[in-house]
C-alpha cells in the first residue's frame, strides 16, 4: 500500500541542492510505477546503458523488498553524492547513494543501493 504519512526529513535533504533526493523517495512511496517513470523522466540523466524498462524493474523489486521506506540517516559522500539509509516497512533496510548532477543541480545521475550483510 502506498504510504501517506509525510518523510521526516533530515537537515542534510532539506538543503535545495538535495531537494531532489526528497522527491524520490516520496515518489518511490507513492508505490505508483507511472509516477515513478515521469520522476525519471524529468529528474535523472539519461544513461545508454540502462534503459527505462530496466529502471522501472529495479524500482518494483526495490519497493517489493523495502516497501515504504522511512530516512533513519542522511551523510554527505563523495563529490556530488549523499548516502542515505532507510529502514523498510517490509524490516528490512538499506543504504542510498544518491550522485547528483554537478553543474545542473535538481538531477540525479545514478542511485546505487546496498543492502546491509546479514
Given at each position: 500500500a502506498p504510504s501517506t504519512t509525510p518523510l521526516v526529513l533530515l537537515e542534510l535533504l532539506r538543503a535545495p541542492r538535495n531537494a531532489i533526493i526528497t522527491s524520490y523517495l516520496q515518489t518511490f512511496n507513492a508505490g505508483d510505477a507511472q509516477r515513478m517513470r515521469t520522476?525519471?523522466?524529468?529528474?535523472?540523466?539519461?544513461?545508454?546503458?540502462?534503459?527505462?524498462?530496466?529502471r522501472?524493474?529495479?524500482?518494483?523489486?526495490?519497493?517489493?523488498d523495502l516497501g515504504n521506506v522511512t530516512i533513519t540517516s542522511a551523510e554527505p559522500g563523495g563529490a556530488d553524492q549523499v548516502v542515505v539509509k532507510v529502514a523498510g516497512s517490509t524490516g528490512r533496510s538499506a543504504t542510498y547513494t544518491f550522485t547528483l548532477e554537478g553543474d545542473h543541480p535538481g538531477r540525479i545521475v545514478s542511485i546505487s543501493v546496498q543492502y546491509p550483510h546479514p
Open positions: 520522476f525519471f523522466e524529468q529528474f535523472s540523466v539519461p544513461n545508454p546503458a540502462r534503459t527505462m524498462e530496466q522501472l524493474e529495479t524500482y518494483a523489486r526495490l519497493r517489493g
